[in-house]
């Protein structure tokens, strides 16, 4: 299949939709590898080229299993990982690290796992409350001198602290959760994105699986799901958002498609809107799904269609995150208060 490419940001081109590969790794329950790798197989069968991992997905794991297909396939792909978030023993210890050296030694072990000289785009996860963002970037710079890295990304950053990073050295996109139900980053971030020519990589677009019917309680969700920990899960507040999806159905239903490929489709139409390169990165175990979600990268909603989705993010139940301040809205909101950031625990 041929799937349209664009410049995400600072000449990278790479596909209108990407993959994230995270669900490989535990973070939804248990997966079997054979299966993960027919379906990464399958995805750049299908077109697609823009692979998304971490190194703290399945502490290695992820990478290590990418690492089976990058093997034959390399120059097939555009690869993007990260670093920045650290998983401390103690749970009062930060768990996100921007420290220079800390990047550059995870940059290595990634480079060793993925089994790849280079990598495309390489992102800082999560940030450091206690290391200024101009030192973190400036390794990432010297990453880019040094060859190891082509293209530098950021993770839930906010739009003050976009700017500052882009004032050390250009940045192609930021990576940040956007869906029918998460929209902070509308305010603020995207408008700043816009002006400095930096792309969007939206995660999360299908609700984390709740927008799929993959969700509906907790007793669905195996002991060690990451979603566990997300309010909008919770038993006080699942009810009301499954009202909403709801109504996310009958919008896909009266434009003839599926749920999945409404929600995508919907993000599509909002980049537009802001006048932003977008590739969303979309993750499944199945390649069925892969199929459904990259249709989406081709439908255009209706008016009527896109007036009713964006009515429900100002409903929601339960904020995106436990910490709000790991992720750019709480953050955003304290530096317009003009106050500083917690660490992130």
């Known amino acids: 299949m041929t799937v349209r490419r664009i410049n995400l940001g600072r000449g990278l081109e790479t596909t209108i939709q990407g993959f994230g590969a995270m669900s490989f790794s535990g973070t939804y329950g248990a997966a079997e590898d054979a299966q993960s790798l027919r379906t990464l197989h399958h995805v750049i069968d299908s077109g697609v080229t823009f692979l998304d991992t971490a190194n703290v997905y399945g502490n290695g794991h992820n990478e290590t299993l990418l690492a089976q297909v990058l093997k034959t396939r390399r120059r097939e792909v555009v690869l993007a990982t990260k670093a920045g978030i650290v998983r401390p023993k103690n749970p009062n210890e930060p768990r996100a690290n921007g420290d220079p050296a800390f990047i550059k030694r995870c940059l290595d072990e990634s480079l060793q796992r993925l089994g ?139 434009e003839g498609i599926s749920t999945a490929q409404a929600s995508l489709a919907w993000v599509y139409e909002k980049a537009r809107a802001f006048g932003l390169a977008v590739s969303p990165i979309p993750g499944t175990r199945y390649a069925e799904h892969v199929d459904d979600n990259l249709a989406a990268a081709s439908i255009e909603l209706s008016a009527q269609s896109v007036k009713e989705l964006d009515a429900l993010a100002g409903q929601v139940s339960g904020e995106r995150q436990q910490d709000i301040y790991s992720v750019s809205k709480g953050r955003e909101e304290l530096q317009l208060a003009g106050e500083s950031a917690p660490e992130l625990r």
């Open 116 to 254: 790849v000289e280079e990598i495309d785009l390489y992102y800082y996860h999560r940030v450091d409350a206690r290391v200024p963002i101009e030192e973190t970037v400036g390794a990432y710079a010297d990453l880019v001198q040094a060859g190891k890295i082509r293209h530098i990304g950021l993770s839930e950053v906010t739009s003050g602290e976009l700017r500052r990073a882009a004032a050390v050295h250009p940045i192609t996109a930021v990576q940040m959760e956007y869906s029918i139900f998460s929209r902070d980053i509308e305010s603020h971030l995207l408008p700043a994105a816009r002006e400095l020519g930096v792309g969007l990589v939206p995660y999360a677009s299908l609700g984390r699986g709740f927008f799929t019917g993959q969700a509906d309680s907790l007793e669905q969700l195996e002991p060690e799901d990451l979603r566990r920990h997300f309010p909008r899960f919770a038993p006080e507040h699942v009810a009301a958002n499954i009202a909403l999806r709801r109504q996310i159905d009958a919008v896909a239903a009266a």
